[in-house]
T-cell receptor
Framework: DARVTQTPRHKVTEMGQEVTMRCQPILGHNTVFWYRQTMMQGLELLAYFRNRAPLDDSGMPKDRFSAEMPDATLATLKIQPSEPRDSAVYFC????????????FGPGTRLLVL | AQSVTQLDSQVPVFEEAPVELRCNYSSSVSVYLFWYVQYPNQGLQLLLKYLSGSTLVKGINGFEAEFNKSQTSFHLRKPSVHISDTAEYFCAVSVEGELTGGGNKLTFGTGTQLKVEL
């Protein structure tokens, strides 16, 4: 049963610290999405990759957020420095390719910035 | 741009009763429609999707949804709910090629919390 995995599942950190979240997409999926879920804003698309290349990161605060795919099995989302308003659940999702409608979501990383 | 409205933020229902979760969307072009379920502390799981063809779509766990183009709706139904259906349900819409590079962007509603009671 292929699944998207994310680590860590929970992260508590202090304001100003660097946070790195990792995602392993389903093997063979070439499209990866990062979403953020908050009570106020709901689910927001932060960035997405195709074949490891970032295609759209317009939903991401550029000054402190960065997203990369070092290889086909790993996507990372980094926040530096973190702020309390970054507290949210961050989801990674993958799809077979860009034209495929179904996105498969990971379990999320629950981030709390104090 | 597309938008999705889920009219009910919470829906309480007794076990074995029928339920309908409402979803309306706005779009000027053809869309794909989805329902996802999120159990506590878990990611989103696809329940069902409408891409084309029959307007009545059947999904997992006994759920079904009907696409109504004239009403721009995609309501989710289940004839008899179980305690295990307690979760948050998200309606989503996507338009082919909306993202930079041609990808499909999912736009989510704000979610409906279904609470099934004994």
């Amino acid at each position: 049963d292929a699944r998207v995995t994310q680590t860590p599942r929970h992260k508590v950190t202090e304001m100003g610290q660097e946070v790195t979240m990792r995602c392993q997409p389903i093997l063979g999926h070439n499209t990866v999405f990062w979403y953020r879920q908050t009570m106020m804003q709901g689910l927001e698309l932060l960035a997405y990759f195709r074949n490891r290349a970032p295609l759209d990161d317009s939903g991401m605060p550029k000054d402190r957020f960065s997203a990369e795919m070092p290889d086909a099995t790993l996507a990372t989302l980094k926040i530096q420095p973190s702020e309390p308003r970054d507290s949210a659940v961050y989801f990674c999702a993958s799809a077979v390719d860009m034209s495929q409608e179904t996105q498969y979501f990971g379990p999320g990383t629950r981030l709390l910035v104090l | 741009a597309q938008s999705v409205t889920q009219l009910d933020s919470q829906v309480p229902v007794f076990e074995e009763a029928p339920v309908e979760l409402r979803c309306n969307y706005s779009s000027s072009v053809s869309v794909y429609l989805f329902w996802y379920v999120q159990y506590p502390n878990q990611g989103l799981q696809l329940l069902l999707k409408y891409l084309s063809g029959s307007t009545l779509v059947k999904g997992i766990n006994g759920f079904e949804a009907e696409f109504n183009k004239s009403q721009t709706s995609f309501h989710l139904r289940k004839p008899s709910v179980h305690i295990s259906d307690t979760a948050e349900y998200f309606c989503a819409v996507s338009v082919e090629g909306e993202l930079t590079g041609g990808g499909n962007k999912l736009t989510f509603g704000t979610g409906t919390q279904l609470k099934v009671e004994l």
